[in-house]
């Protein structure tokens, strides 16, 4: 499917800085050293509501990491997805009595209208599930084949123990995984498993559900994490740089998906690095499309919020801390655009140069947006106690603020 339009994003001078990220599978930091081309995979929406802060937060954690390594003058090849049919999204059309395919589509488009206004760079490969079926299909005849895979009333389960890897990485015990497992779409309590942890692979036609010619496997649907191995190996190979999402994603989804990889190709590991987001809650707890305490990039929009107030409100948070949307949130974050634009619409100013390299070195260490919101902060105070004399100073805190943290001012 087609992706949304890029901004451009300004070139700076001087050289960017490798980045130093917090890696869920080691527990600590890596440096990542990609080649020319970094190699990004970050898990799309399943597109049955409108993009909410939540979501939001997490893209942009993403987006970072692209903007950091453009800055270092390698190119970025991106991939995500769209699990544009799974169980939430089939029983939200069966609630509201509206066609999944339709419901899909409007999501994805709405979503695809936020990043643009987020400035949210797009990816090189925008793939939904169903368009990815006729290779997922061969990938889980393989690893029948390989005696990783087992069938179960007409389903086909992947065995957890197949991969020696398993739980490298979120690293939780069997107690643990099988909680969030029960929590987040797997089905531990299913009779007839071999282990209560295994995930589906491919799920046999149901009665009222869309299937798909699955060759040896008869018709069906595809599991939710091999969907995403499919489309990582298919467009990036084995041992790309990073893996993302959201927190929640790291177990069992992350996990899942780097094991049918690991088992299907014998290389270890899928990423080098999995990075996740922490959550943004809503009155005190996570918002989620399920619970629907959400509040909408769409809505903020419509109610006339400009985007790059939004982003400022998501920078202002640490990607990895769980944090909490608040109309004051907001507020501090269209106060300090307005403080921004004011500052950068002289004519001249004081220097910029280290801003920049300060910019740069907040967003290396871990993508310390708060920390390169402050380096800002401090220069826009500057230029609004004592002003300066440098005409190229406004200009080039446009073209930072523009290029590493996808703020037009
Ligand atoms: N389609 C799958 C991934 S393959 C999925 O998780 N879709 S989603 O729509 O539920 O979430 C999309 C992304 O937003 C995921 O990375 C998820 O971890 C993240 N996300 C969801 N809720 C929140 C939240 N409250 N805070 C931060 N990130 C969130
Ligand atoms: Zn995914």
Redesign the pocket.
């Known amino acids: 499917m087609h992706a949304w339009p890029a901004s451009e994003v300004p070139a700076l001078p001087g050289q960017g800085r490798d980045l130093r990220i917090h890696d869920t599978a080691t527990g600590g930091p890596v440096t990542l050293t990609p080649g020319p081309v970094a190699r990004l995979y970050?898990?799309?929406?399943?597109?049955y509501d409108a993009t909410?802060?939540?979501?939001a937060?997490?893209?942009n954690a993403f987006d970072l990491v692209q903007r950091v390594w453009l800055d270092t003058k390698r190119q970025v090849h991106y991939v995500q997805?769209?699990?544009d049919v799974?169980d939430?999204l089939l029983e939200r059309a069966r609630r509201d009595a509206i066609d999944w395919v339709g419901l899909a589509e409007r999501e994805t488009s709405l979503f695809r209208e936020d990043m643009t206004a987020l400035r949210m760079l797009p990816p090189r490969h925008y793939i939904g599930a169903v368009e990815a079926i006729p290779g997922i299909v061969p990938l889980v005849e393989r690893l029948r084949d390989l005696g990783a895979a087992y069938e179960l009333d007409g389903d086909v389960y992947f065995s957890v123990e197949s991969d020696p890897h398993f739980g490298s990485v979120s690293r939780l015990d069997a107690a643990a995984m099988r909680l969030l497992s029960a929590e987040r779409g797997g089905d531990p309590d299913r009779p007839g498993k071999k282990n209560p942890l295994d995930p589906m692979l491919w799920l046999a036609a149901r009665d009222g559900e869309p299937s798909w010619d699955g060759a040896s496997l008869g018709p069906g649907r595809p599991g939710?994490h091999i969907?995403?191995v499919a489309i990582a190996l298919d467009h990036l190979g084995m041992g790309f740089d990073v893996q993302?999402?959201?927190?929640?994603?790291a177990f069992p989804?992350h996990e899942m998906g780097a094991s049918h990889a690991q088992v299907l190709t014998g290389e270890f590991p899928m990423a080098r690095a999995y990075v996740?987001?922490?959550?943004?809650?809503l009155d005190g707890e996570?918002?989620?499309?399920s619970k629907g305490n959400l509040v909408f990039v769409s809505r903020l929009r419509r109610d006339g919020v400009d985007p790059a107030a939004i982003r400022l409100a998501l920078l202002a948070h640490h990607y990895r801390s769980d944090w909490e949307w608040t109309d004051q949130v907001l507020q501090d974050a269209v106060d300090r655009l307005g403080r921004w634009r004011a500052a950068v619409s002289r004519p001249d100013g004081p220097a910029a140069d280290k801003l920049v390299e300060e910019i740069r070195d907040a967003l290396a260490e871990d993508l310390d947006a708060p920390a390169a919101l402050a380096a800002v902060d401090r220069w826009a105070a500057l230029q609004e106690e004592r002003g300066g004399t440098d005409t190229g100073a406004p200009g080039l805190v446009s073209r930072a603020v523009d290029a590493l943290l996808g703020v037009a001012l």
């Open positions: 970050v898990c799309g929406i399943t597109p909410h802060m939540g979501h937060a997490t893209y997805n769209v699990t799974d939430p939710w969907e995403c993302g999402g959201g927190s929640d994603l989804h996740h987001a922490g959550m943004v809650a996570k918002m989620s499309k």
